[in-house]
Each structure stands twice: as C-alpha cells, then as structure tokens.
C-alpha cells in the first residue's frame, strides 16, 4: 500500500477529534447493545459478501502450526493429519506444501512443526515435545535453519533471544528494560530489534527526566546514522515485513492503532474505522486486528458474545467500509504480493456448547467478481 493510500483511508475513517467521536457515537448510542445490525451501524458499513473469489481449503488436514505464504499461490504448514496419514504419539508432524488455487498439496519432506517462512525462503522448524502446542521454556528442542527447499542445519537457542517473523532466526533480545527492577533500569540501557540486512535496526534506549523514565525508539542505518522514530518499540512477536510495500508492519489489538514502519525512518499509524472504534468503545467483548492489503486494510472482527452475528473481515478503502466475510476471521495473512488473505474462518454462532469448526479460506482481495 502506498502512503497516500493509507493518509486517504485515514482522511476517510480517521476520528479526527473529540468532538467530531461524540457527534459519531452519539448517532450509533444503543446499537452496540444490538445482537443484529441497527440502520445507524449500517450507515457505516456496505455488505460485499460476493465480491471477491474466495477458495476454501480442503478439511482432511489437521494444521498444527503456523501457516505461511511460500510464495503467491502457495501455502505451507505443518500437519498430524491428511489424506491416508496421521501422526502417531511423538511421531513428527509432516510439512504439506499446497495451491490454494487447485487445492493439490504435497509432502515437502520437512518434518516438525513450522515457526517460521518469510518471503526470502529463509525457513525454521521445530521438533521435540508436543508440537501441537507453542514454545515451552520446559522443553529442549531442537531447532533447525536454512534456506526453503534445501538442507537444515540444526542450532541451538540462545538464553534471551527472539525470533522475528521477517527473519527466521534468533536474535539477541538486549537488556531486560521491562523486567529489571525499576531502580536498577539505568540510563544507557539498551533493547535492540534487527530489521532486514540493509535495513539497519531499531534501537529502544532508557532515559530519565525527574525519576520519570522514558523509551525513545531510534531507527539506526546501515551507514551508522541514527534517527529517532517512535516513544514506543513494536513488539518483535507481532512485527511483520510486508514485501509489497517494502514495509514493516506491528500489527496491534483494537483500541491500539497499529502502525507501518518504512524504511526511510518513519511509522505511520493506521486509523481505526469509525464502526469499530465504536464497538470497542461500547464492548469490551468486540475484539479485532488488522492488516494491509492492496486492496485497503483487512480487519478481523470478532464478538465475543451475543452480537456475534455482527462479526467478519471488513475492508476498509478510500472506497468505504466492505464486510466481505460474515465469519469471524483469526490474524489474517496476506501473499508477498499484497493481493491473497490466507484467514481461518467460523461462521457459525461460536458460543454454542457444541465446538465450532474453523474452515481455512483464501480471499482474493485485488480480484473482484464479474
């Protein structure tokens, strides 16, 4: 997405000041006590179910892990189960490669669970222990590294280290800024989070202004020069590279604008629609993140009680405001090339006492139906 797009989205959605939230929400009172749409929320919304092509994935797999674009027509990840298989005790998980176009998959011959993928084919895998579930500080796995579709080697983890999305690899975490008792934080403290080689890194430091302390956030080149860029360092788990706009991404709760970091030094927040800005306001139990796409930011917007039926993934446009899946989506993820969200989808009412089932499904977000 290119900066104009996201300055015309937030001209577009932005609640630009107090006065104009309380007109705004003023006009939606009440409606988000609603378990159906009321005609003010609709006035914020269009409805563009058909709108798009959607692939729904195959069910005979049981994914047990993260699942990655391997490139814009492919996904990857890790399975206990699929067609004529299924994992057996502490049998390693197979990872599948699959069109999500056609539907055909393949045994890459990787076993584990997969961590990470990114858009270099730099890829990391885990095995020991459960591999059903996440990291276990209880655990001593094993940790393997290389280059997608090649051989791995095997690496330990080092003790206070990350694993970056965009990388695939450890990195040094830094000084421990938010768990060292606060009398013994110093000046001269420093958190480090690498970006992409030539990309430089981010620098978090410590300092005091009458016992106060605060943690500028400094973006440090390739050629040592140092810029200052933000009171607030993305958190390294949920900072994403997104190829397309040759951008980072920190992708954040509703009622924290997340933000796109570009390489020349600057992040730029991304504004919330006024409908959700509402529900988030009027519920506690409305929760959504977001994520660019080419096509606008994808939202995934869940209701955690009785207004569930409000739920799905709404784009947001210079356009307007488009629901274009009445399911509730869980952390969208889109192709390298901007125009693919990749979203584990539920329909139906999630409170049932009967478990829901979660469907994959594929959006083509740049591609809308004749």
């Not at 003010?40 to 959607?54: M, P, S, V, W």
């Not at 620098?203 to 302390?213: F, S």
């Not at 590279?241 to 509703?254: H, I, K, T």
């Not at 994808?298 to 629901?323: C, F, M, T």
Request: hydrophobic share 35%.
């Amino acid at each position: 997405m290119k900066k104009w797009l996201l300055i015309a989205v937030a001209v577009t959605f932005g609640v630009s000041s107090a006065a104009r939230t309380e007109d705004i929400f003023r006009e939606l009172e009440g409606s988000g006590l609603s378990s159906e749409f009321t005609p003010a929320e609709r006035k914020y919304f269009t409805e563009g179910l058909d709108r798009y092509q959607k692939y729904e994935l195959s069910g005979d797999f049981k994914i047990r892990s993260t699942v990655a674009w391997l490139d814009n027509d492919h996904i990857v990840f890790s399975a206990r189960k699929l067609p004529g298989w299924e994992a057996v005790g502490d049998e390693h998980s197979r990872i599948i490669s699959m069109n999500v176009t056609t539907g055909e998959y393949k045994d890459t011959g990787y076993k584990g669970r997969l961590i990470c993928l990114n858009h270099l084919g730099d890829v990391m895998i885990r095995q020991g222990g459960d591999e059903i579930i996440a990291n276990s500080s209880k655990v001593n796995y094993e940790w393997f590294i290389g280059k997608w579709g090649g051989a791995l080697t095997s690496v330990p983890r080092p003790d206070n280290s990350l694993i970056p999305p965009y990388l695939c690899r450890f990195s040094p975490y830094g000084d421990q800024i938010y768990t060292t008792p606060k009398e013994k934080i110093t000046e001269g403290m420093r958190r480090t989070l690498p970006l992409l080689l030539g990309h430089g890194y981010l620098l978090e430091t410590v300092e005091y202004t009458n016992e106060t302390a605060a943690y500028p956030v400094f973006h440090v080149k390739p050629d040592g020069s140092t810029k200052y860029v933000s009171h607030k360092v993305p958190l390294d788990s949920e900072f994403y590279f997104l190829p397309w706009m040759n951008a980072y991404y920190e992708r954040s709760p509703l009622g924290y604008r997340p933000r796109v970091f570009y390489i020349s030094g600057e992040f730029i927040a991304i504004p919330t629609p006024t409908l959700l800005a509402y529900w988030a306001a009027a519920s506690p139990s409305v929760d959504a993140v977001s994520t660019p796409t080419k096509a606008g930011i994808i939202w995934d917007v869940h209701h955690r009680n009785g207004a569930w039926k409000k739920q799905g993934i709404y784009l947001a446009s210079p356009e307007g405001l488009l629901r274009i899946e009445e399911g509730s989506g869980v952390r969208a993820k889109v192709s390298p090339d901007g125009c693919r969200v990749m979203d584990s989808i539920l329909r139906a009412n999630p409170h049932k006492k009967k478990p829901q089932i979660y469907k994959w499904m594929v959006i083509d977000i740049c591609m809308e139906k004749k």
